[in-house]
């Protein structure tokens, strides 16, 4: 039996690790001090998904956007995660080895640059850490009632008091795999939205993932989650808690532009799937787009 993935550090591997990073990998997997405490058993205080206005928000039975549901995300790759692994070990040592791209693996996938810059800004100021810090700075706002607005990079210290249950490692996946694991299946379909990956780039985005100094276990999961079709179906139902949710959504919206109709498409159809309450969406969004500014 093989080992098992250390997902905390893929998840680290896959975003890219910048300066900022170190000063803030713990905030992914472990005990922090002065987080903000957890409401007691039995009182209201910060329960998710109440809305301003005082009631439980939730989604409905909306129709989503034909393609979405799940299957085919366009794009196939077939069996090229077969082949990729019969090459591992032959690769050179260039490439992302040394793990410190900006933007990681998820960088190749969305065109190495060509698309989205706010996701390499966001990642490197914290990578995993910076997902919670941002889905609970939304929520805070959403919570509030205020306007969905853009805000600056979150620090160091404002990821350091980010409560416990927003940060990627404190609850399973729904199905009992590490939560850090989802939120890499949930990228890398989101990025897949637009089925313009053509041939030749799956298997540039092989090599390389294949150069990345991971093992054997890792690599296996990243080409499974490649190959694997994936829709908005297959995301949602990871989330066992309303956190895991925003977080899922935040992570996906870093990973596509939304000016593309796919994608844009892709981004409200997860949202209903997510039973994302009306309006949070926005503010996950606006915290999105204020990683590209920062």
């Given amino acids: 039996m093989g080992r098992m993935i250390d997902a905390k550090n893929l998840l680290d591997r896959f975003l890219g690790q910048g300066a900022a990073a170190g000063a803030l990998r713990q905030m992914a997997g472990g005990s922090t001090p002065a987080r903000r405490p957890e409401p007691a058993p039995g009182q209201g205080g910060n329960s998710p998904w109440t809305s301003p206005g005082g009631t439980s928000a939730g989604g409905s039975g909306l129709n989503l956007p034909g393609g979405f549901t799940g299957g085919s995300t366009g794009g196939s790759l077939g069996g090229l995660a077969d082949a990729a692994r019969q090459a591992m070990g032959q690769s050179g040592k260039g490439g992302l080895a040394a793990g410190g791209a900006a933007g ?66 404190a609850k399973p996946a729904s199905d009992g795999q590490p939560f850090e694991l989802a ?80 994608e844009r498409a892709y981004l409200e159809a997860l949202a209903h799937r997510l039973k994302l309450p009306e309006g949070l969406a926005a503010h996950l969004d606006r915290q999105a787009e204020g990683t590209a500014e920062g």
Avoid: C
Avoid at 124 to 145: C, D, F, I, P, V
Avoid at 226 to 249: D, F, H, I, K, R
């Fill in 104 to 169: 990681g693996l998820l960088g190749l996938l969305v065109g190495g640059g060509k698309k989205k810059s706010g996701l390499n800004r966001a990642l490197t100021h914290g990578g995993a850490a910076l997902l919670g810090a941002l889905a609970s700075r939304a929520y805070e706002n959403w919570q509030k009632g205020q306007a969905p607005h853009q805000s600056p990079l979150a620090t160091p210290q404002e990821a350091e008091r980010v409560e416990q249950r927003f940060l990627p490692a």
């Fill in 183 to 262: 939120l890499i299946r949930a990228m890398i379909a989101a990025a897949k939205a637009d089925g313009h990956i053509d041939a030749e780039e799956q298997r540039r985005i092989f090599a390389k993932v294949d150069e990345a100094g991971l093992d054997a276990e890792a690599k296996g999961f990243v080409f499974d989650a490649l190959a694997a079709p994936a829709g908005v179906s297959e995301v949602a139902a990871s989330a066992s808690t309303p956190e895991q949710a925003a977080e899922l959504y935040l992570a996906s919206r870093l990973a596509v532009d939304p000016d593309q109709p796919a």
